[in-house]
């Protein structure tokens, strides 16, 4: 019966992964897709592979995102006719040039920002036929916005879930505003205040004010049924995007829109459920079931406590010494994390005997099994498709040093929820509240830790992956031990290949 039920999950996954590649390639028929020539700046060409002169549309990623996040947009206004250019803001993917500034310094960082916007810009204007539009997200949201304000070049910005910088009733010209149903309510009232500029009264979500040929149009959209990341692959977004610049520019293109978000769904949940059956490969580490796994009554304080003083602790240490913005104050809390735990679990253990001892080449190879299906399996797709990935070589030298703060928290979770005595629901619990200690550290320090909030639902769903990774792998080998050593290593390669480089 298991076989069967391995047989038939395999096969699923095998067909969700395939639906899903077929899904997320069909908006790349009928394009030119080429590199762009910016410098050291990494950019991307999308346009109709049947040629033609074109507006340009340059398309700018958010904080922490990379250009492989605007594709979406890239695509659906390239099947439409424009020219479309993505790239990598400083600091971000795999562009070497350190984010000066950073969090502390918004002039300086504004000013790189804007720097690099510029020199692509004047790259990718040739391309078209003169006319420029500009689309950007989050942190670029408000970078186009300040790009496109009285340049003449710039017919048209679309911005999405910015913060709302400085603007007029008819500058920058021709701006389409839109957010998040789901996002906070201070994105939502910024939205509703630029557009109110251009309104009679109290701006209504989906109508135009002003007008297109005096430079004067603005438009509020509140997408629905999103937050701060699902706003990219919303059909609305794109919808509204294109038709925005379309009438921006005269003009009437249509085609695919790239709203990719169940296509990503089907390949990374086929390739996550590939990882149960594949798990029954991997090689017996321990005769008995290992970990330090205790009931409830002696275990919720173990739980509690690192959730409650890590923040706390870190507000009173230096947690700066890393070139990673927010990746420096979240390896720092990791370590802190895994130290009171483990710190916890002695205490609530002491005197007792310890468990039986895994086999260390099984674990080895193990761990470096999860790890590769991890970062290779999981991550080749993410990078293609979703966000960088796989760290450029000016951000490797980074894992090693993450994993310092990433190994003991895990090592400490895993051993102090699985076992034969672990309490029902203790891994999902623990990592509940160690995202709850993430939003208390920002409650403390919402100033520099305020983006650690936009983070937030995208740990939740790589500690969902680490979670089965961690029970599948602990019924086969009888060890937490490999997938501890695995989901540290996955976890600081994505933080370092993802989390803004800053220089120090």
């Given at each position: 019966m298991r076989r069967l039920a391995l047989g038939m999950v395999t096969l699923l996954a095998l067909a969700g992964i395939a639906l899903g590649l077929t899904r997320l390639r069909a908006p790349l028929g009928g394009l030119a897709v080429a590199p762009l020539a910016v410098g050291e700046i990494p950019a991307t060409v999308y346009r109709p592979a049947s040629g033609g002169a074109a507006p340009v549309v340059v398309i700018a990623h958010g904080f922490a995102g990379s250009q492989q996040m605007m594709q979406p947009f890239a695509t659906t206004l390239a099947q439409a006719g424009f020219t479309a250019v993505t790239f990598d803001f400083p600091g971000h993917g795999r562009n070497p040039t350190p984010l000066s500034g950073g969090l502390s310094d918004d002039k300086a960082a504004s000013g790189v920002l804007l720097e690099a916007l510029g020199r692509v810009a004047a790259a990718a204007r040739p391309l078209g036929d003169g006319r420029l539009a500009l689309l950007g997200h989050s942190m670029a949201a408000d970078i186009v916005i300040r790009w496109a304000f009285a340049r003449p070049e710039a017919a048209a910005t679309v911005a999405f879930s910015g913060f709302g910088p400085e603007v007029t009733a008819d500058q920058p010209r021709n701006l389409l505003v839109a957010v998040g149903a789901w996002e906070p309510a201070f994105l939502q009232e910024a939205a509703r205040r630029i557009v109110a500029l251009a309104s009679p009264g109290p701006p209504e979500p989906e109508t135009t004010y002003g007008a297109f040929d005096a430079g004067t149009a603005r438009r509020l959209v509140l997408?629905?049924?999103?937050?701060?990341?699902?706003?990219?692959?919303?059909?609305?977004?794109?919808?509204?995007?294109?038709?925005?610049?379309?009438?921006?520019?005269?003009?009437?293109?249509?085609?695919?829109?790239?709203?990719?978000?169940?296509?990503?769904?089907?390949?990374?949940?086929?390739?996550?459920?590939?990882?149960?059956?594949?798990?029954?490969?991997?090689?017996?580490?321990?005769?008995?079931?290992?970990?330090?796994?205790?009931?409830?009554?002696?275990?919720?304080?173990?739980?509690?406590?690192?959730?409650?003083?890590?923040?706390?602790?870190?507000?009173?240490?230096?947690?700066?010494?890393?070139?990673?913005?927010?990746?420096?104050?979240?390896?720092?809390?990791?370590?802190?994390?895994?130290?009171?735990?483990?710190?916890?679990?002695?205490?609530?253990?002491?005197?007792?005997?310890?468990?039986?001892?895994?086999?260390?080449?099984?674990?080895?190879?193990?761990?470096?099994?999860?790890?590769?299906?991890?970062?290779?399996?999981?991550?080749?797709?993410?990078?293609?498709?979703?966000?960088?990935?796989?760290?450029?070589?000016?951000?490797?030298?980074?894992?090693?040093?993450?994993?310092?703060?990433?190994?003991?928290?895990?090592?400490?979770?895993?051993?102090?929820?699985?076992?034969?005595?672990?309490?029902?629901?203790?891994?999902?619990?623990?990592?509940?509240?160690?995202?709850?200690?993430?939003?208390?550290?920002?409650?403390?320090?919402?100033?520099?830790?305020?983006?650690?909030?936009?983070?937030?639902?995208?740990?939740?769903?790589?500690?969902?992956?680490?979670?089965?990774?961690?029970?599948?792998?602990?019924?086969?080998?009888?060890?937490?031990?490999?997938?501890?050593?695995?989901?540290?290593?996955?976890?600081?390669?994505?933080?370092?290949?993802?989390?803004?480089?800053?220089?120090?």
């Open positions: 997408v629905q049924g999103v937050e701060h990341i699902g706003i990219l692959y919303a059909r609305q977004s794109l919808a509204e995007a294109r038709a925005w610049l379309n009438a921006a520019f005269g003009r009437d293109g249509e085609g695919m829109l790239d709203a990719r978000g169940g296509a990503i769904g089907l390949l990374l949940g086929g390739l996550l459920a590939l990882a149960w059956p594949l798990s029954h490969l991997l090689p017996r580490a321990a005769a008995a079931p290992g970990g330090g796994g205790l009931p409830w009554r002696r275990f919720w304080p173990v739980a509690v406590l690192p959730a409650v003083a890590t923040p706390l602790l870190l507000r009173l240490l230096p947690t700066g010494f890393l070139p990673i913005l927010l990746g420096d104050y979240l390896t720092v809390h990791c370590a802190a994390y895994g130290a009171l735990t483990a710190a916890g679990l002695w205490w609530a253990r002491r005197g007792e005997a310890p468990g039986a001892r895994a086999a260390p080449l099984a674990v080895a190879v193990a761990a470096l099994a999860i790890a590769a299906y991890a970062i290779l399996g999981l991550g080749l797709a993410l990078d293609r498709f979703v966000l960088s990935f796989l760290p450029a070589p000016h951000r490797a030298w980074l894992v090693p040093l993450i994993l310092l703060g990433t190994l003991p928290w895990f090592l400490a979770d895993e051993w102090a929820t699985r076992g034969t005595a672990a309490a029902r629901l203790a891994y999902p619990a623990t990592k509940a509240l160690f995202l709850l200690s993430l939003l208390g550290a920002v409650a403390l320090d919402a100033r520099r830790l305020f983006f650690l909030i936009i983070i937030v639902p995208v740990m939740l769903v790589f500690l969902v992956v680490f979670g089965l990774f961690g029970r599948w792998s602990f019924r086969a080998t009888g060890s937490p031990l490999p997938a501890a050593l695995a989901n540290a290593l996955a976890l600081a390669w994505a933080m370092a290949a993802t989390f803004p480089v800053v220089p120090r």
